[in-house]
């Protein structure tokens, strides 16, 4: 058995990665870009390995998200499926869900309905 992950924080210029849950929650603010997304895949990854059902992203905090940005959340949604997981964005901004929808991807991603 793997040793309890603590919660963790992963922060550059660009972007906040937040672990809130080990292997379940994972908090993201700032921009979701080429500079920064080798870090969110390296927290997503862990994730995935270390825990079971759902891994929620909450991406409340996401400023920008660009091609590289969305590569990740397809990336991150393929290797959950792969782990018997899935995937679920959490406070999706209204920029994101439109990038989302124009691109179908809001057919592929599994994003949780806002509550209120």
Known sequence: M??????AQVASTAIAISVDDPGSLVSVEGRL??????????V???AADHGTGDLVLDLGG???VDASGLGVLVGAHRLAER?????V???????LERLLAATRLNRV?????ATG
């Open 2 to 7: 793997s040793a309890v992950q603590q919660p």
């Open 109 to 113: 991603l599994t994003m949780e309905l």
């Open 62 to 64: 996401v400023e920008v």
């Open 83 to 87: 782990r018997q997981r899935r995937l």
């Open 33 to 42: 870009a080429a500079a920064t997304v080798a870090e969110l895949r390296a």
């Open 44 to 46: 997503l990854v862990t």
């Open 89 to 95: 964005l959490r406070n999706v901004p209204q920029r």
